[in-house]
């Protein structure tokens, strides 16, 4: 069983940054695919970055490469997602959420390949 707990969200002004993090809890939280995806109001939860077990890997979504890095300390338990030059398109709710398997693959960017999510956190770009 992992524990997902993310923080960092908040109000910021377009051009601006953040840096989310998701502390987990659970012993094998290390061995684990790390993800986050992003749910705006309406709108389908959508994939932004992935990174495998050892932080080796990393995948990106469209809307945010060469914007946002996702990196990990599995020696904290903590994924951290990076998030620079934001637009007020990136407003949603963040979650962070963990597959149980160790490598990516094309099933990472779907929200179905996660089995553990955080509650999410708020993140506001102003324009």
């Known amino acids: 069983q992992v524990q997902l707990v993310e923080s960092g969200g908040g109000l910021v002004q377009a051009g601006g940054s953040l840096r989310l993090s998701c502390a987990g809890s659970g012993r094998t939280f290390s061995s684990y695919v790390m993800g986050w995806f992003r749910q705006a109001p309406g709108k389908e939860r959508e994939f932004v970055a992935a990174i495998n077990w050892r932080g080796s890997s990393t995948y990106y979504g469209d809307s945010v490469k060469g914007r946002f890095t996702i990196s990990r300390d599995n020696a904290k338990n903590t994924v951290v997602l990076q998030m620079n030059s934001l637009k007020p398109e990136d407003t949603a709710v963040y979650y962070c959420?963990?597959?149980?398997?160790?490598?990516?693959?094309?099933?990472?960017?779907?929200?179905?390949?996660?089995?553990?999510w955080g509650q999410g956190t708020q993140v506001t770009v102003s324009s």
């Open positions: 959420a963990a597959d149980n398997r160790p490598l990516l693959g094309s099933g990472s960017y779907s929200p179905s390949s996660y089995i553990y």
